[in-house]
């Protein structure tokens, strides 16, 4: 562990970013360079305490879980991340899809999404961010853990997860799951997560059914229908912004202007910001 190289790549870092790159209000009466060390560590998920004392040359070598928390909350390019878990003295993560670091082109246009519905996921469907308008729409979707971070598996390993989608959507979605498995199993081969959720899922009825028919290339509908608990049925607009180097996709839910799910959207944002108070 370099621990003065850590600590000076960290400040470097730190004061190179501004409160409106990283979605924070600038405020009226600031005099630090950059981020101030509590906002890095609330973006990082972490105490102050803990961050700071890392910055001044203190306190236990951190984990890599907690560099990769560090690397994502300053906003780091991938190989900026690869330097800090070098410099904390542990190896860099592996590279390519199926990755948790989002690029900072990305989340740049995620922090300024925040009045309608957001979230950014892998090729599997795994939810890696989400504010709390994408939270107070579908739940907390990235609370999961294992192959149940990603929605397909969810769709057929838990059918309690298909009550947020309208019921005659079910059939569609089914097939729109398999489809997307099939071609992402492809796509990585023998041994990938894809590969282990198509063994996992193959004794299901279902999954086994569409598995045989062999369907590919199967898009999302323009539309979307969620069946949210508190306001009742939304018909929504996905749009979607691809990073093909992590194969990370930015999900940007909205309604049209002056429809009944735009009032509904709206309502959703009072109980996102309450969620928050």
Same mark, same amino acid.
């Given at each position: 562990?370099?621990?003065?190289?850590?600590?000076?790549?960290?400040?470097? !870092?730190?004061?190179?970013? @501004?409160?409106?790159?990283?979605?924070?209000?600038?405020?009226? !009466?600031?005099?630090?360079?950059g +981020?101030?060390?509590?906002?890095?560590?609330?973006?990082?998920?972490?105490?102050?305490?803990?961050?700071?004392?890392?910055?001044? @040359?203190?306190? /236990?070598? /951190?984990?890599?879980?907690?560099?990769?928390?560090?690397?994502?909350?300053?906003?780091?390019?991938?190989?900026?991340?690869?330097?800090?878990?070098?410099?904390?003295? *542990?190896?860099?993560?592996?590279r390519?899809?199926?990755?948790? *670091?989002?690029?900072?082109?990305? +989340? !740049?246009?995620f922090?300024?999404l925040?009045?309608?519905?957001?979230?950014?996921?892998?090729?599997?469907?795994?939810?890696?961010?989400?504010?709390?308008?994408?939270?107070?729409?579908?739940?907390?979707?990235?609370?999961?853990?294992g192959?149940h971070?990603?929605?397909?598996? !969810?769709?057929?390993?838990?059918?309690?997860s298909?009550?947020?989608?309208?019921? $005659?959507?079910?059939?569609?979605?089914?097939? =729109?799951?398999?489809?997307?498995?099939?071609? #992402?199993?492809?796509?990585?081969?023998?041994?990938?997560?894809?590969?282990?959720?198509?063994e996992?899922?193959?004794?299901?009825?279902?999954?086994?059914?569409?598995?045989?028919?062999? $369907?590919?290339? +199967?898009? /999302?509908?323009?539309?979307?229908?969620?069946?949210?608990p508190?306001?009742?049925v939304?018909? =929504?607009?996905?749009?979607?912004?691809?990073?093909?180097?992590q194969?990370?996709?930015?999900?940007?839910?909205?309604a049209?202007?002056?429809? $009944?799910?735009? $009032?509904? +959207? @709206? =309502?959703?944002? #009072?109980?996102?910001? @309450?969620?928050?108070?």
């Open positions: 562990m370099d621990r003065p190289g850590l600590a000076e790549f960290l400040r470097l !870092r730190r004061e190179a970013l @501004q409160p409106e790159d990283v979605g924070l209000p600038r405020g009226q !009466r600031r005099r630090t360079a +981020l101030r060390r509590e906002e890095v560590a609330a973006l990082c998920h972490m105490s102050t305490d803990f961050y700071s004392r890392i910055e001044r @040359q203190r306190g /236990p070598q /951190p984990s890599a879980q907690m560099i990769a928390a560090m690397a994502q909350g300053l906003h780091l390019s991938l190989d900026e991340r690869d330097h800090l878990f070098l410099l904390a003295g *542990h190896q860099p993560p592996l390519g899809a199926g990755g948790d *670091h989002v690029s900072p082109g990305m +989340l !740049r246009v922090d300024r925040v009045d309608t519905p957001v979230e950014i996921v892998t090729e599997l469907g795994e939810t890696v961010r989400q504010n709390a308008f994408g939270v107070a729409l579908t739940g907390d979707t990235s609370r999961f853990t192959l971070r990603s929605i397909g598996y !969810r769709w057929f390993a838990d059918r309690s298909r009550a947020l989608y309208a019921e $005659e959507d079910h059939p569609f979605l089914s097939r =729109l799951w398999v489809s997307g498995l099939r071609q #992402v199993a492809t796509l990585r081969g023998p041994g990938s997560r894809a590969a282990t959720m198509v996992l899922l193959s004794d299901d009825a279902e999954f086994g059914a569409l598995w045989a028919e062999h $369907e590919v290339g +199967l898009q /999302p509908r323009e539309h979307k229908r969620f069946v949210h508190e306001v009742g939304l018909e =929504l607009t996905c749009q979607t912004l691809l990073d093909p180097v194969s990370h996709a930015l999900l940007v839910y909205t049209s202007p002056g429809s $009944e799910s735009a $009032e509904k +959207l @709206q =309502l959703l944002s #009072v109980i996102g910001a @309450q969620s928050l108070a």
